[in-house]
């Protein structure tokens, strides 16, 4: 069982800045930079070969990215 300092460590080794994350989506959300960023590189790969869905994909992550975030940021992803 994971000592409380453990599962500490690894809950401020999740933590994402916010304001990095939308730079990131602002600016290279068609490569999937955001999703690198916030620890889902399998899908950050996808984004990347497909240049973010051809832009839908991209568009749709910019709704539901603060949500993400609050998630990883929580610790409940």
Do not use: C, E
Not at 43 to 57: D, F, N, Q, S, Y
Request: charged share 25%; hydrophobic share 40%.
């Amino acid at each position: 069982m994971p000592s409380a300092r453990s599962r500490r460590l690894r809950k401020q080794r999740t933590r994402r800045n916010p304001t990095d994350a939308w730079l990131l989506w602002t600016f290279f959300g068609w490569l999937g930079a955001h999703r690198y960023y916030i620890g889902d590189w399998k899908k950050g790969i996808a984004m990347t070969v497909t240049l973010g869905g051809l832009g839908l994909w991209s568009l749709l992550d910019g709704f539901f990215l603060g949500r993400r975030l609050r998630r990883i940021n929580s610790g409940r992803l």
